[in-house]
């Protein structure tokens, strides 16, 4: 036998063996789109059976792909793009020597462009041209973390401590805890103060804005004083809320857990026209405290509490488990020009129940009402607001002073805490550049703080005087 009748016959052989293999091989072929149904050219599309891939396919300029040579079976589809997030079609089934049709539609994924930050400088500038470490959380970060308060979205950051007194109640610290108020932490809303106008405390709970209105957080480890005053050795953390402009539309959340929290969250805005914008937020929450243990030995040693002496010694009377509050804000924008705005905001929040901490024992806390006004503006770098905050302790008393006959607010009853503080800001800042690498800015503000707190009110405060703040030269 020649020598090319013997290849002749192998081939044959060869192609005999190959064809009903072939014949039983399957494939997928479909389309890659965008959210707007737009085809995606240059996805990368995996077929994959457990953790094995089988095939790997490029969209053409059309968005189509085809994945060959498939063994009969069932196979998950992944598609990558740059721009473009990873998205999976499971179950996708091939039979013997049929192909199957899988279209695939990729959302956009948002890009993390440079971050713009008003802290440091208090005016917009890139985060890397900042003379300062900032960190920042974003509103993405914000919407993905189930939160009672603020407290919760900024626990992880480095150098901030977050101090626990159950569900709702959390002190924020920089730089280490500095008293039983945590306060040396300067704490901003909006640019205006977020603290208990005779107390200068932070009580989280007492922010009158929800999670779902909260645009980022910025937060300033370290001394800045050359723009926020003397009293901000510990850094600034600054809460910013979206705008009405940018962020329309309608938002309900309801949360739930363990220890019965049930929390409740509306958010709405609408611009009519581009120059006034108009925004409503607020929120509810409820929850039930863990119990203490109240000192009476508890024999079984199964018991969380055996052996451990109470944590209320000298309270006077039983805390209440059940806490909650509410609160809200509403807004107006107004703008005349691009260069310019005007924006008004009214808050108001309530802790209708919750134990608070103080310097003479825990408080029970009793409908505290907190409130704030504001109007500030801006024309190119000029910045300029008024903004009041105002406290009313409602029925608070000390759990270890309180009496039977105790009925809060009684200025002659050494148990209630009186305070019905508030305080007057305004503020006005401008700036200059001088050439490419030097800015000037300048700035006066002036803060009026009158306590009203009288009786057994934690803490006394009562400057009375105005305060003029420090220029600031960079």
Same mark, same amino acid.
């Given at each position: 036998?020649?020598?090319?009748r ?14 009903? $293999? ?14 707007g ?16 891939t ?18 009969p ?16 079609? @499971? ?5 013997a020597?049929?192909?199957?049709t899988?279209n695939?539609a /990729? ?6 462009l440079?971050? #713009? =930050?008003?802290?440091?400088?208090? &005016?917009p500038? +890139? ?6 470490n ?6 993405e ?17 480095p ?5 626990r007194g159950?569900? /709702? ?39 009158t804005?929800?999670?779902?209105d909260?645009d980022?957080i @910025? ?5 800045a004083a ?6 901000? %050795?510990s850094?600034?953390?600054?809460l *910013? ?18 220890q ?7 958010r709405?805005?609408w611009?009519?026209?581009? +120059? ?5 937020? !607020?929120?509810a929450?409820?929850?039930? @405290?863990?119990?203490f243990?109240d000192? +009476? ?5 199964d018991?969380?509490?055996?052996? =451990?002496p109470?944590?209320?010694?000298g ?7 059940? #806490?909650?509050?509410?609160?809200? &804000?509403?807004?107006v ?5 691009p ?28 409908d505290?009402v ?5 109007l500030?503006g ?7 607001q008024?903004?009041?905050?105002t ?7 000390l759990l ?9 607010p009684?200025?002659?009853?050494d148990?209630?805490? =009186?305070?019905?503080?508030?305080? #007057? $800001?305004?503020?006005?800042?401008h ?8 800015r *000037?800015? !300048?700035?006066v ?7 009203? %707190?009288?009786s057994? $009110? ?5 400057t ?5 703040a420090?220029t600031? =030269?960079?």
């Amino acid at each position: 036998m020649s020598a090319n009748r013997m290849r002749m016959l192998l081939v044959l052989a060869f192609m005999a063996f190959a064809l009903p $293999a072939a014949a039983q091989s399957g494939s997928i072929s479909g389309k890659v789109t965008d959210d707007g149904g737009r085809p995606v050219p240059g996805a990368r599309v995996h077929a994959a059976q457990g953790i094995s891939t089988s095939a790997v396919a490029v969209s053409n300029e059309n968005g189509d792909f085809r994945l060959g040579n498939l063994a009969p079976g069932t196979y998950v589809l992944t598609a990558t793009r740059i721009g473009m997030r990873l998205t999976r079609v @499971e179950n996708v089934v091939v039979g013997a020597g049929a192909s199957a049709t899988a279209n695939i539609a /990729m959302p956009r994924a948002p890009l993390q462009l440079e971050q #713009i =930050i008003t802290t440091v400088g208090r &005016e917009p500038e +890139k985060a890397l041209d900042a003379p300062a470490n900032v960190a920042v959380i974003t509103s993405e970060q914000v919407n993905e973390r189930a939160a009672v308060s603020v407290a919760d979205h900024v626990a992880a950051l480095p150098g901030i401590d977050v101090a626990r007194g159950g569900l /709702m109640r959390a002190n924020i610290v920089a730089r280490g805890f500095n008293n039983i108020f945590s306060g040396a932490l300067m704490t901003l809303t909006d640019y205006r103060f977020a603290f208990v106008p005779s107390l200068r405390v932070n009580i989280p709970y007492l922010s009158t804005t929800t999670n779902e209105d909260i645009d980022r957080i @910025e937060v300033v480890l370290g001394p800045a004083a050359a723009l926020y005053g003397p009293n901000t %050795a510990s850094g600034v953390m600054a809460l *910013f809320t979206k705008s009405p402009f940018a962020s329309q539309g309608t938002t309900v959340t309801i949360d739930g857990g363990n220890q019965s929290v049930l929390r409740g969250s509306l958010r709405t805005a609408w611009a009519p026209n581009q +120059k006034l914008g108009f925004k409503l937020s !607020y929120d509810a929450f409820k929850g039930r @405290e863990w119990d203490f243990c109240d000192g +009476k030995g508890f024999a079984d040693k199964d018991s969380p509490c055996y052996n =451990i002496p109470a944590d209320t010694v000298g309270e006077q009377k039983p805390r209440e488990r059940d #806490i909650n509050r509410q609160g809200g &804000e509403v807004r107006v924008d107004f703008r005349p020009t691009p260069s310019s705005e005007i924006i008004a905001n009214y808050g108001r929040s309530q802790a209708g129940s919750a134990v608070e901490p103080t310097g003479l024992g825990p408080a029970q806390v009793k409908d505290w009402v907190y409130q704030t006004y504001q109007l500030r503006g801006r024309y190119n770098r000029l910045f300029g607001q008024v903004f009041v905050n105002t406290s009313d302790a409602g029925g608070t008393y000390l759990l270890q002073k309180v009496r039977s006959s105790t009925n809060c607010p009684d200025p002659t009853d050494d148990a209630c805490i =009186i305070d019905k503080s508030y305080q #007057i $800001a305004a503020q006005a800042q401008h700036g200059l550049n001088f050439g490419l690498r030097q800015r *000037f800015l !300048y700035g006066v503000d002036y803060v009026h703080t009158i306590p009203t %707190a009288r009786s057994t $009110a934690p803490t006394k405060m009562t400057t009375r005087s105005p305060r003029l703040a420090d220029t600031c =030269i960079r």
